[in-house]
């Protein structure tokens, strides 16, 4: 069967509608899709800006708790001291002198072991917990040798004994370093030495350090190498800095 005839149209042509040109159905697409970019981007920066908001209220929401519980706890600095002095052994040589018996004091050569006995006392409510900690033994500003103290944590309102050995195996001075210790340990018998050290340590409130503070630890010592002992100590502290 034949399909119908079309209808002429008023112009005279004949068949369908003809479609829009391309350029115009792009140029209003265009203007749909640069808005729903345009749309997406706001929205991803408002979240953004929503999330950074949220974060910087809890931070400084936790923030004002610790600080809250630290006006109410009160903390105290740490107390970290030297107890004892056990000198175990002390000897002065010149590896250089043919004559062992008879001090060279232009090559004198020290050697030392000393424990030490500190006590660590916390006053607080609350925990503490120490950082590592060095010790030096020092003459006449020369250092010596060194004794390292592990971490350790300290329970609120108690007190703890920390040991620490320094041995110095033969450490040559300088010429007149080595005039003054021959000098010192054969006419006086009295060798001065001094103890320097930092002491870090953190309040430990809610399972939260605090801020670490620092005690600087000066001792003075004086040992006898006849009695092979302790004559006196005289310790302070250089201050408490954060």
Aim: a positive charge; charged letters at 15%.
């Amino acid at each position: 069967m034949p399909p119908p005839p079309s209808r002429p149209s008023l112009n005279g042509d004949i068949g369908h509608h003809r479609p829009p040109p391309v350029a115009q159905t792009v140029r209003h697409q265009q203007p749909y899709y640069r808005s729903y970019s345009s749309s997406s981007s706001a929205s991803l920066k408002g979240c953004c800006c929503c999330l950074f908001l949220l974060f910087a209220f809890l931070a400084l929401l936790v923030l004002a708790v610790v600080l809250i519980v630290i006006l109410a706890v009160k903390p105290k600095k740490p107390q970290f001291d030297l107890q004892q002095v056990a000198v175990v052994y002390m000897g002065i040589s010149s590896p250089n002198n043919p004559n062992p018996s008879v001090l060279d004091p232009t090559s004198a050569s020290i050697s030392l072991t000393i424990r030490m006995l500190f006590t660590a006392g916390n006053p607080n409510k609350v925990g503490i917990r120490y950082g590592e900690s060095s010790f030096t033994v020092m003459y006449k500003g020369i250092p010596l040798g060194r004794a390292t103290v592990p971490g350790f944590y300290q329970d609120a309102h108690s007190t703890r004994n920390v040991e620490a050995t320094i041995a110095v195996d033969r450490v040559n001075l300088m010429q007149a370093h080595a005039a003054d210790l021959v000098r010192d340990a054969s006419l006086n018998d009295r060798v001065e030495l001094t103890v320097r050290g930092d002491v870090s340590a953190k309040i430990r409130v809610m399972n939260i350090d605090s801020p670490g503070v620092q005690v600087s630890v000066n001792c003075g010592l004086g040992i006898s190498p006849r009695k092979q002992a302790l004559i006196y100590k005289q310790c302070g502290f250089d201050g408490l800095s954060v």
